[in-house]
């Protein structure tokens, strides 16, 4: 291998972070024939090899799956290359490892359509499968705790869509695995239009992926190789064959091979050299392999060829002999994909047409019983012109790829049906459906996957077709006023009219049901007296049809209309609750569990949520539905886990989250972590954060500018401070929040809290509007649930900036910690509340039972996520010189103990006499960041400098601890 050695390099650095339990995927890109599969495999030769026997434990060899894709047109077979990735791992690791890895009986179900071998010999009658990526997902973090796994997808610009999603689950969720994915694919196959072309885009913003470029040779490099090759050559010759290459490796194999012989005028003349040089029946084999891609097994080439078995055989040693192709497990491979299209493209059109019949004709009677072959049917019957069996096949494909939950197959196979439609004869009773139902099942999959636009596309497509259907036709205008209202967030009011006029009055259930669903919307859309009216005949029709799942959604939107009136907020449990119970598929289970874990966040029972959130999360993994159902209750999941000072499970969800959903929804998440970075006192972190997901933010707040009133708050706790320091327009952004009937309770409360916290902190003269504002917003506050404790805390605010006497602060604040002592506003809160507490019993002398608190609120503050509330625990402890051994911060080394985890693992390095640069590349940050650690570390313990800094980490190691 020649001029790759820094290519190889960041391949082998990438595992060894996976030899550490820190995943990577690297991506290698680079234009056909440059050598991207060669330096793969130099990369697996070098790290497989055991040259001096070191490797006496079978777990400490690494497990190497490789999945090949291949192009099977436009759509493609759902998790093709991933059939050969389980199925090494099978060999690999064996039945039992595999099966013990898989989890639960679900994922070993949905699995087993690969790789039969592991499914049980006498199933549950009624064993469900589970979700098929998130079974992959699952199975892959589980064998790499034991082994490491190194899994290759060759080629993905000919992937499936749903191998490219678990690519990009892959690629972001597993942490401390021993996991490393290498995938390679042609650059010069990705134009703007490639459906890989977002994915790459998403990649790269993820920091666990390695992008290596691979480039075409220098003429040095050109020369290195040739000299492999033939030595010898003339330089001149050699020089002329570096420039005819252009430097791909291939091309340059393919020059030194033809010798003296002329060169060629085209490309596809050059690739079809060693191939042009076989005999009769070798060209003829090779055209029938290439008809089937890049990979064809033994078996299926023997029965598609014309050619008999003895004639075979000796055709295909004559290519192999040449170079053209290799054997590869069970079958022959192309050297080269560049070989398989130029050969393809030799064939006669009666021949491609006679070929493509009997693949299709193979595969449809002995192996089109899984989602690939049956795709794999559909687009040899395509390419042999055969359109009513074509659409016969896609009929079975997209049957059987429901059965495995790929939405993004099943729509362009719908997609596909549909633009077959007028081509076959007597399509409705081919297919057992109607065109409008096929664009409706289609704008459903497109919803799924969170495409609105292609949804509302195929709603259009559907209506333009459906004069005749009311069912399926108010089906459609009610999928279109969603799309619509996701896409540009504006109802069609119209849409929803016209579905209530074709649906009214009939006595089909499955109008009566589709009507619930469309007052539902209609509810949602709508305040007052005519949303309550909506909501309840959507329950009652629900009920009198007896469909759980729809009376399911009517009782979610009954509970959002009832917490619309904040007096009343509590009360929108109730229909909650009573979804929950109801007999529904897993995926409404988990809309209904998610609303219900919302609304017990929203009135403030944030331990409730926290239980009922995880206990439908496990639900929905084990439902194998995660992906679908999963991302909205993760996110609010993780609030509930931060808001009760469990920050490291709440991490975890809130990254679960911001996998699982868009790029643009996943914004919120971003803000969620953003608001935990700062009340942990992680600001450079936060910063990082922001820099890395700026692209995101600013096209969420294009998309939602109704969401800005969430950002306002996240600024304005950004800026808050013990006492002091400038707030800058982020005070009136927060005021403005807290006001008005346009927000929603919720958003009013935080603003109003924030508001108080950041313009009537203790020391600070308040501005007199906005003390004015922050008064009369608190009033309006009813007496219930979460209100009643905000304005609790609010009004003791108040007290401290209008100068009230220490002893009325002491007891304001002190019913404040009482009344929160239970739960009812997040961890955050509740420490700064004790903080408040301690500043107005210091000023009223009650400096012993001060300090004590103080020092509490220092010691668990970090552990629980709020490291920031510590820091000023300290700052006050030592402001008002308490006494030591309480918070007092005038033996400096105390002052350490108020860092956070990331600061502390900082300060030992700075112990250590690592540089910023060294401390950077020990913990994976830049060098800026870790500048920006050890500035604020300095600050907070007191140092002058680095030796200081090193002195006091050394005598905090030292001091006892009591017991």
């Given amino acids: 291998m020649v001029g790759r050695h820094t290519e190889l390099a960041a391949l082998l650095e990438a595992y060894d972070d996976g030899v550490r339990a820190v995943p990577r995927t690297v991506i290698v890109r680079g234009e056909a024939g440059v050598g991207k599969t060669r330096l793969v495999q130099e990369f697996l030769a070098l790290v497989t090899a055991d040259p001096l026997g070191s490797r006496s434990d079978p777990d400490d060899e690494p497990v190497v799956a490789f999945g090949q894709c291949v192009d099977l047109g436009p759509i493609g077979a759902a998790f093709g290359p991933v059939r050969r990735v389980l199925r090494d791992l099978h060999a690999a690791v064996g039945t039992d490892a595999l099966r013990e890895a898989a989890g639960s009986a679900a994922a070993i179900a949905s699995l087993a359509a690969l790789v039969p071998g592991i499914a049980d010999e006498t199933p549950e009658a009624e064993e469900a499968t589970g979700e098929f990526a998130e079974a992959i ?277 719908a997609e596909r049906l549909a633009e077959l439609w007028d081509q076959v004869p007597d399509a409705e009773n081919r297919s057992g459906t109607t065109l409008p139902a096929l664009h409706l099942d289609a704008a459903q999959a497109w919803h799924d996957l969170g495409d609105p636009e292609r949804a509302l596309r195929s709603a259009n497509e559907g209506l333009a077709v459906c004069p005749d259907d009311p069912i399926t036709r108010a089906a459609l205008l009610r999928r279109r006023y969603v799309e619509t209202f996701n896409l540009e967030h504006r109802g069609r009011r119209d849409d929803i009219d016209e579905a209530v006029s074709l649906l009214e009055g009939s006595d089909d259930r499955r109008a009566r049901i589709l009507l619930s669903r469309v007052l539902t919307n209609m509810a949602i859309d709508e305040h007052g007296t005519d949303a309550a009216h909506y909501a309840a005949r959507a329950i009652a029709l629900a009920e009198e049809s007896g469909d759980d799942d729809a009376l399911a959604v009517a009782l979610t939107v009954e509970a959002w209309r009832i917490a619309g009136d904040e007096d009343d907020e509590p009360g929108a449990l109730a229909p909650l609750e009573r979804a929950v119970t109801l007999r529904l598929d897993p995926s409404m289970r988990a809309y209904a569990g998610q609303a219900l874990t919302d609304m017990l966040l929203r009135v403030g029972r944030f331990d409730e949520a926290s239980v009922v959130g995880a206990q439908h999360f496990e639900e929905v993994s084990r439902a194998g539905i995660e992906r679908g159902s999963g991302a909205a209750l993760a996110h609010s999941l993780s609030f509930a886990l931060f808001a009760t000072g469990r920050p490291d499970a709440g991490l975890r969800y809130a990254q679960r989250a911001r996998r699982l959903l868009s790029p643009v929804d996943s914004a919120s998440v971003v803000r969620r972590l953003a608001s935990h970075l700062s009340w942990d006192d992680r600001a450079a972190e936060r910063d990082d954060l922001f820099a890395t997901e700026r692209g995101r933010i600013e096209e969420s707040q294009r998309r939602y500018p109704d969401k800005d009133d969430w950002w306002a708050i996240e600024r304005a706790e950004a800026a808050l401070a013990l006492h002091g320091g400038e707030i800058g327009p982020v005070a009136t952004d927060v005021l403005a929040a807290a006001e008005g009937e346009a927000r929603t309770p919720a958003v009013r409360r935080y603003a109003l809290l924030t508001a108080a916290l950041l313009t009537l902190a203790p020391g600070r003269t308040p501005d007199p509007d906005a003390r004015a504002r922050i008064g009369a917003a608190v009033e309006t506050l009813p007496g219930v649930g979460l209100a009643r404790s905000v304005a609790g805390f609010v009004r003791a605010s108040l007290a401290d900036a209008d100068g009230v006497p220490a002893a009325q602060r002491v007891e304001a604040w002190r019913g404040v910690v009482d009344d929160l002592s239970g739960g009812g506003m997040p961890i955050w809160h509740v420490q700064t509340a004790r903080c408040r507490l301690a500043w107005a019993l210091i000023d009223a002398g009650e400096r ?116």
């Fill in 848 to 963: 012993t039972e001060a300090a004590t608190l103080l020092s509490d609120v220092a010691a668990e503050s970090p552990a629980l996520g709020v490291a920031r509330v510590a820091r000023w625990a300290t700052e006050l402890a030592t402001q008002a010189r308490l006494a030591p051994g309480s918070a007092t911060a005038d033996s400096s080394h105390g002052a350490v103990a108020t860092l956070t985890p990331r600061e502390l693992q900082v300060l030992e390095l700075i112990a250590e006499g690592l540089t910023n640069p060294q401390i950077g590349q020990r913990l994976f940050i830049s060098p800026k960041t870790a500048s920006v650690h050890v500035s604020a570390i300095l600050a907070k313990i007191g140092a002058a400098n680095r030796a200081e800094a090193a002195a006091l980490y050394a005598a905090s190691a030292s001091t006892p601890t009591s017991a």
């Fill in 137 to 413: 997902e699952v199975l892959l973090e589980r064998l790499s705790q034991r082994r490491h796994v190194i899994v290759v997808l060759e080629d993905l610009q000919w992937a499936d869509a749903a191998t490219m999603a678990l690519l990009k689950t892959l690629a972001s969720t597993l942490r401390g695995r021993r996991l490393t994915i290498v995938a390679t694919y042609r650059s010069d196959d990705i134009d703007r239009f490639h459906p890989l072309r977002p994915v790459l885009a998403e990649l790269d913003r993820t920091r666990s992926v390695v992008r290596v470029e691979v480039t075409p040779l220098n003429p040095d490099e050109v020369a290195e190789q040739v000299a492999q090759l033939a030595g010898g050559l003339d330089p001149r010759v050699v020089e002329a064959l570096a420039e005819r290459s252009g430097g791909i490796p291939f091309l340059v194999e393919e020059l030194v091979d033809l010798g003296d012989r002329a060169l060629p005028d085209t490309l596809r003349e050059l690739v079809l050299a060693r191939y042009a040089r076989l005999g009769e029946d070798a060209q003829q084999a090779l055209r029938t392999m290439a008809a089937g891609g890049v990979h064809v097994d033994d078996d299926v080439l023997a029965a598609v060829t014309a050619l008999d078995e003895h004639a075979l055989d000796h055709a295909v040693r004559e290519a192999i002999d040449t170079r053209v192709i290799v054997a590869d497990g069970a079958g022959y491979a192309f050297r080269h994909a560049l070989t398989r299209e130029a050969v393809e493209g030799e064939m006669l059109p009666s021949e491609r047409v006679r070929v493509h019949r009997r693949y299709a004709e193979h595969l449809r009677d002995h192996r089109g019983e899984s989602p690939d072959d049956a795709s794999a049917v559909a687009e040899h019957w395509l390419a042999a012109r055969d359109l009513p069996a074509a659409f016969d096949a896609t009929v079975v494909a997209l049957q059987e790829t429901r059965s495995r939950f790929s939405p993004a197959t099943a729509a362009k196979l």
